[in-house]
T-cell receptor, first 114, second 113 residues
Framework: KAGVTQTPRYLIKTRGQQVTLSCSPISGHRSVSWYQQTPGQGLQFLFEYFSETQRNKGNFPGRFSGRQFSNSRSEMNVSTLELGDSALYLC?????????????FGPGTRLLVL | GESVGLHLPTLSVQEGDNSIINCAYSNSASDYFIWYKQESGKGPQFIIDIRSNMDKRQGQRVTVLLNKTVKHLSLQIAATQPGDSAVYFCAENIRTGGFKTIFGAGTRLFVKA
């Protein structure tokens, strides 16, 4: 079974631009979560989607948004990019059934904002 | 507030020795805990998990211990190998409608040959 895939793997943008990152979960997984990883802040939860609905959101400004499609694929968008948005963005998927809630991560998208 | 923290940011062990990585959590409502391993350039990889109704769980060369009294989690790696060198994160799942996972700061494990 294929793992979680994320595209693109690397991205360079300039301040003020916007960016869209894509995540394809493991087949059959309906829960998709997004995380931001930076050396200073570690792994921070952005949001979680299940059946096209955002169920949870972390403490990030409204510039960070996401969505999930009917096939469980998810995208996240960051508008008006700032230098501090440079990070590794990780997507994770889960079955989210009782006793089957382990999240499996993709390789991440490394975003550099200049 | 909610947090999962690590006592030691860096751990260096000799190949063949056992490694112990510790973690403290503060959210008593969490019922599921996970250890992840992250190698350079890769996403976190699931190692082992444990539920709050257990205090110990064993996998292949790894054991996770949970002490709910003091809100402490540990990962033990037996016969540590060079391939174990990575950053290890503990994490807890918090149920709030859906769930969100709170990660610790991470511990970097160095294995000396």
């Amino acid at each position: 079974k294929a793992g979680v895939t994320q595209t693109p793997r690397y991205l360079i943008k300039t301040r003020g631009q916007q960016v869209t990152l894509s995540c394809s979960p493991i087949s059959g997984h309906r829960s998709v979560s997004w995380y931001q990883q930076t050396p200073g802040q570690g792994l921070q939860f952005l949001f979680e989607y299940f059946s096209e609905t955002q169920r949870n959101k972390g403490n990030f400004p409204g510039r960070f948004s996401g969505r999930q499609f009917s096939n469980s694929r998810s995208e996240m968008n960051v508008s008006t990019l700032e230098l501090g948005d440079s990070a590794l963005y990780l997507c994770a998927s889960s079955l989210d059934r009782p006793l089957q809630e382990t999240q499996y991560f993709g390789p991440g998208t490394r975003l550099l904002v200049l | 507030g909610e947090s999962v923290g690590l006592h030691l940011p860096t751990l260096s062990v000799q190949e063949g020795d056992n490694s112990i990585i510790n973690c403290a959590y503060s959210n008593s409502a969490s019922d599921y805990f996970i250890w992840y391993k992250q190698e350079s350039g890769k996403g976190p990889q699931f190692i082992i998990d444990i539920r709050s109704n257990m205090d110990k769980r064993q996998g292949q060369r790894v054991t996770v211990l949970l002490n709910k009294t003091v809100k402490h989690l540990s990962l033990q790696i037996a016969a540590t190998q060079p391939g174990d060198s990575a950053v290890y994160f503990c994490a807890e799942n918090i149920r709030t409608g859906g769930f969100k996972t709170i990660f610790g700061a991470g511990t970097r494990l160095f294995v000396k040959a």
